[in-house]
């Protein structure tokens, strides 16, 4: 029988409500899950502008209540962290290696205006009796959603579901353009400038590959000295009227021998800053765009000079099956912070307070609650 859930709802013009949906059976590929936790972040926020209804949510993490006749991965009571990236595995990429862009079936890459074949059917959840469509395929900010397969990755230990939520693309993107992008070296150095929620992971993923020095950059104290908590073996208090932080990029220089580091990692989302990394590296080292700068910037080319290499990846070349296991022990050795990215947690109702607080910069991470 259908589900009645509360959800939170972006209108597409700026703005959303709390309201009632209704989730329908799983088709034969399909999975109904009870989410307990998800996550924020401000992609989230820029779902309230995206033009059409849609269910808010693509962090989360809970407990499965059904599934299709197809399904095989997971059964009935377990506890899954939801993929937003659901690779269909034939397609070129998929064949690549490449899970994270699937031609098919991804929500960035595959078009369809965010509907993909990786959603699963439009009719499975109904408001106001319409159906409307689950934010980048998942939509975790509900009671109840109704998802693919693919899109659910099975939890194998014990960690508590607000931690298990947030590593479904916070976490994810952060550690995996460091490890898996960027390839950091042990012994290596690298410069991340900004410590929000992504930032904190990148630093992880840098302290976790062995990285000798760690250069957290920001313009808030309290996030460099939330930095040294996950990694950050130095900081620089940066200037907002530093123009493409080229006062910061003499300070790294300082600080690595006089040449610049090994990696540098954009983690602000500042367009103004889309080239700032570059000037961080030194002659050859690698720059990385993490945090889905879209608009177009202008770069000195002379910041290229030499043999710098500069890419930009998205969600940290997630494969899920294969990387979310790898978090969640990482995170049971105690090599993975999870539990302290936490700043609040939210019951749904208070999701207003959530976003402004994460506007503001009060949060590393906001994680909304549902009993």
């Known amino acids: 029988m259908p589900i009645t859930s509360k959800a939170a709802i972006a209108k597409g013009d700026g703005t959303f409500i709390i309201d009632t949906v209704t989730v329908a059976d799983p088709k034969p590929d399909e999975v109904i899950v009870k989410i307990k936790a998800a996550g924020l972040c401000h992609t989230d926020h820029d779902s309230l502008n995206w033009g059409k209804p849609i269910v808010m949510g693509h962090e989360g993490a809970g407990l499965v209540t059904a599934i299709g006749s197809a399904v095989s991965s997971v059964n009935v009571g377990d506890a899954v962290i939801l993929n937003w990236a659901t690779p269909c ?4 990429q998929c064949q690549e290696g490449n899970q994270h862009i699937c031609e098919n079936n991804s929500p960035v890459t595959a078009g369809g205006n965010g509907y993909t074949p990786g959603h699963a059917h439009i009719e499975g959840t109904l408001w106001d009796n319409e159906p409307i469509e689950r934010s980048f395929n998942i939509g975790t900010i509900s009671e109840y959603t109704l998802v693919k397969e693919s899109a659910c990755v099975k939890i194998e230990n014990n960690i508590p579901m607000p931690s298990a939520s947030i590593i479904s693309c916070g976490v994810m993107t952060g550690y995996g353009s460091v490890v898996n992008s960027a390839k950091l070296q042990a012994g290596s150095s690298a410069v991340v400038l900004g410590t929000g929620g992504v930032g904190l992971n990148v630093i992880q993923g840098a302290r976790i590959s062995g990285a000798a020095k760690i250069i957290a950059i920001d313009i808030n104290q309290e996030r460099l000295e939330m930095a040294k908590q996950f990694g950050a073996t130095h900081t620089i208090l940066s ?3 530093d123009t493409g932080l080229i006062k910061a990029s003499e300070e790294v220089k300082k600080m690595t021998n006089g040449r610049g580091a090994d990696y540098a990692f954009e983690c602000t989302a500042i367009p ?4 700032a990394p570059l000037a961080m590296i030194r002659n050859a080292g690698t ?5 889905g700068i879209e608009q177009e910037i202008n770069i000195d080319m002379r910041l ?4 710098k290499i500069y890419i930009n990846p998205l969600y940290g070349k997630c494969r899920p099956q294969i990387d979310f296991p790898k978090l969640t022990n990482l995170y049971d050795k105690g090599e ?3 539990d302290e990215m936490i700043t609040r947690t939210y019951p749904l109702e208070n999701l207003q307070q959530a976003f402004d607080d994460m506007l503001t910069g009060k949060n590393a991470k906001g994680v909304i609650v549902f009993e």
């Open 239 to 241: 200037d907002k009227n």
């Open 287 to 291: 720059a990385v765009q993490v945090s």
């Open 89 to 92: 595995m034939t397609c070129f």
């Open 304 to 307: 290229f000079e030499w043999d």
């Open 272 to 275: 103004e800053l889309g080239a």
């Open 336 to 338: 993975l912070m999870l």
